[in-house]
């Protein structure tokens, strides 16, 4: 009894100690961007508008910048997408590993429960007709914090594979946008350019009875004829890039390719300009930033881990045993024990496989520190490039505009002209088919507008919804 109370008051010291000495040790702290950035990046001046400022509520982005748009139907297939695409289950897998990661890496903070047992006859394997049992627990002090450099190295892991996963989302997010809008153009295109081969076909007719009564030439017959067989084999083309756009949506929407019409072939107003004057902290919001950054803190912390590893292991270590044996006498028969006690493993020679390890982790943490530098460069080109050609495209969107605008206004003249006999219903099929071209123009240079600014959005990360 006084054994096992000493055992048991030993036991509680080592216990107090190993808490108090690990409490004691604390690892390196979590790297903001900003410090990587200075050191991944030491050369680079980051221009003004992109310099974080105090006070961000000069400048908004709106998160979930699908609202921007008021689009009913796209926020339903938005909705759809995110239930049945097959990606997202691939994500849902992706988030389940990462916390299994975490918890792997945190099992070694605890202590290790094993037990041995072993029963036999009088003739057995090994001859000796032992039974007997043993539990044993053992838990290392993390007196230089290896295994909670180890733990947090997962956790960065762990957040890397998360905002992976948030891009990836988002990826498909706006894939489906721009896919969505690109399906409408081409099914108003497709639609314009059959009427603009059925208004040639009607122009072709008209020049060959004109040419019956001696008005035009077999030359402008020819030359009519090969324009309204080149606008069919437009509308051909149209229509098969039209259904291959709407299948490309339905793959997206996890269903099967069928080229399903939309059921509305408008384009979005396109939001106002964002404004200028963004603050470099907006970036912060890129899940490919916060990746980069996760995976070079995750690299630091796993190069401390191998650091560490050449320090001593220290161990507390407590056990219950009980052994028997029907060919060997042990004294006074069956014997129990319990025992407590601590070890210590000192790497003295691995053949220089520590040293290896070490080296390794080190080239791992500079590549990760590089390919986060590579990283923000890349983010703010992202926005520098979505910014102009956002401005740029409004701006040829106006001109297309007024040119259709000022396309319809001879349209209508053209006709009014038919009306009081000045001229003949060629003339009024040729306008048509600038009235049409036009119109496809202009849906064009809408639809590049709109996907500049979802482009201008993913720059600036956030979220979609």
């Known amino acids: 009894m006084r054994k096992d109370l000493l055992a048991h008051g030993t036991l509680t010291t080592f216990v107090v100690l190993g808490a108090a000495l690990l409490n004691a040790c604390t690892i390196s702290k979590v790297q903001n961007s900003k410090e990587l950035t200075e050191k991944a990046l030491p050369n680079v001046e980051i221009p003004n508008q992109f310099v974080a400022i105090s006070n961000t509520s000069q400048v ?9 748009f008021n689009d009913p139907e796209l926020n339903e297939l938005v909705v759809e997408a995110l239930k049945s695409n097959p990606d997202i289950q691939i994500i849902a897998a992706r988030r389940n590993q990462s916390t ?10 605890y202590p290790g429960i094993n037990a041995i047992g072993n029963t036999g006859g ?15 627990a053992s838990w290392e002090l993390d007196l230089w914090g290896r295994v909670r450099s180890s733990v947090a190295g997962a956790e960065q892991n762990a957040k890397a594979i998360n905002a992976d996963q948030d891009a ?3 990826s498909l997010i706006a894939t489906l946008t721009k896919s969505v809008w690109l399906a409408r153009n081409l099914q ?74 939309l059921k509305t072939t408008q384009l979005p107003a396109l939001p106002e300009p ?36 050449r320090l001593p292991k220290i161990s507390l270590t407590s ?43 080190n080239a791992e943490a500079k590549a990760a520190l590089a390919n986060y530098g590579k990283t923000v460069l890349a983010a703010f080109n992202d926005v520098e490039n ?21 396309q319809k206004r001879i349209m209508q003249n053209t006709r009014a002209e038919l009306q009081i006999g000045r001229i003949d219903q060629r003339q009024v099929q040729q306008q048509i088919i600038k009235t049409n071209t036009s119109e496809m123009s202009s849906r064009q240079g809408r639809l590049d507008a709109l996907t500049q600014r979802v482009n201008l959005y993913l720059a600036l990360g956030g979220s979609a919804n």
């Open 60 to 68: 908004k982005v709106d998160d979930g910048w699908l609202k921007q």
């Open 100 to 109: 299994s990661l975490i918890d792997a890496a945190s099992g070694a903070q």
């Open 122 to 136: 009088k003739v057995g394997s090994g001859g000796t007709g032992i039974t007997g049992y043993y539990i044993g």
């Open 168 to 170: 990836a989302r988002l």
């Open 188 to 261: 108003e295109q497709a639609q314009l350019a059959n009427d603009n081969a059925t208004a040639a076909t009607k122009n072709a007719e008209l020049v060959q009875v004109r040419e019956k009564i001696g008005a035009s030439s077999l030359t402008e017959v020819s030359s009519a004829i090969a324009s309204a067989a080149q606008s069919k084999e437009t509308a051909l083309i149209a229509a098969q890039t039209r259904d291959q756009a709407l299948r490309a949506v339905e793959i997206l929407l996890g269903r099967y390719p069928k080229a399903q019409a």
């Open 274 to 309: 964002v404004a200028a004057g963004l603050p470099a902290d907006l970036l912060e919001r890129r899940p490919d930033l916060i990746a980069a950054e996760a995976r070079v803190n995750s690299a630091f912390y796993l190069a401390d881990e191998k650091r560490l590893a």
């Open 319 to 361: 056990g219950f045993g009980y052994i028997n044996s029907q060919v060997f006498s042990l004294l006074n028969g069956p014997n129990t024990s319990f025992g407590v006690g601590a070890n210590a493993v000192m790497p003295l020679f691995q053949g220089g496989a520590i040293e290896a390890q070490i080296a390794y982790q």
């Open 386 to 406: 979505a910014l102009s050609g956002e401005a740029n495209w409004r701006e040829r969107s106006k001109q297309l505009e007024t040119q259709l605008n000022e």
